[in-house]
T-cell receptor, first 115, second 115 residues
Framework: DQQVKQNSPSLSVQEGRISILNCDYT??????FLWYKKYPAEGPTFLIS?????DKNEDGRFTVFLNKSAKHLSLHIVPSQPGDSAVYFC??????????????FGIGTKLQVIP | DAGITQSPRHKVTETGTPVTLRCHQT?????MYWYRQDPGHGLRLIHY???????DKGEVSDGYSVSRSKTEDFLLTLESATSSQTSVYFC??????????????FGPGTRLTVT
């Protein structure tokens, strides 16, 4: 049973427009959420994160929104650029009984930004 | 970029043979992880380590073992490779405490094919 769900396997957006990537989760114990970006033949790279005590975090063109009541987060990219074309993984973290931060990843959404 | 290397980067092996993948870091981070990435499953945790000789299982640990004899090296062993273990394997590291512990840095990946 997937605890972190990315229901859109792919998304195409015109350059300059907004890209919105969505993620839903089921585990109410998640306390930290992250987005990773992955180019082909490379490892994922950390993009942006948000604590469960916040509802928005912004870093340049990237903004993550968290709606705890809906168990939903989204990543907004404005304006979208061709170099943003990649697979985006949503991830969520919780502390286990030993204090280890256990991270669960979604299956990813492939974003294509069309010039 | 975080100093993480993986070797080999590509490997083809036959069913039933043992395989060892190596992850090496130069960041002196405490935590190290092994993930596998498969279509439709995203990134799934195989094993992780929270210190030298301290390891624990992830969600897909069956058929895999790990060892960490030095801070900088984390080995993943497939004792008897099966075709279901054909995948891309990523090593990741993270710092030991605070919010930085949530953010993992990934290596470039190892593509393993079991024939």
């Amino acid at each position: 049973d997937q605890q972190v769900k990315q229901n859109s396997p792919s998304l195409s957006v015109q350059e300059g427009r907004i890209s919105i990537l969505n993620c839903d989760y089921t585990n109410s114990m998640f306390d930290y959420f992250l987005w990773y970006k992955k180019y082909p033949a490379e490892g994922p790279t950390f993009l942006i994160s948000i604590s469960s005590i916040k509802d928005k975090n912004e870093d340049g063109r990237f903004t993550v929104f968290l709606n705890k009541s809906a168990k939903h987060l989204s990543l907004h990219i404005v304006p979208s650029q061709p170099g943003d074309s990649a697979v985006y993984f949503c991830a969520a973290s919780e502390a286990d009984s030993g204090g280890y931060q256990k991270v669960t990843f979604g299956i990813g959404t492939k974003l294509q930004v069309i010039p | 970029d975080a100093g993480i290397t993986q070797s080999p980067r590509h490997k083809v092996t036959e069913t039933g043979t043992p395989v060892t993948l190596r992850c090496h870091q130069t960041e002196n981070h405490r935590y190290m992880y092994w993930y596998r990435q498969d279509p439709g499953h995203g990134l799934r945790l195989i094993h992780y380590s929270y210190g030298v000789k301290d390891t624990d299982k992830g969600e897909v640990s069956d058929g895999y073992s790990v060892s960490r004899s030095k801070t900088e090296d984390f080995l993943l062993t497939l004792e008897s490779a099966t075709s279901s273990q054909t995948s891309v394997y990523f090593c990741a590291i993270s710092e030991s405490s605070g919010l930085a512990a949530y953010e993992q840095y990934f290596g470039p990946g190892t593509r393993l094919t079991v024939t």
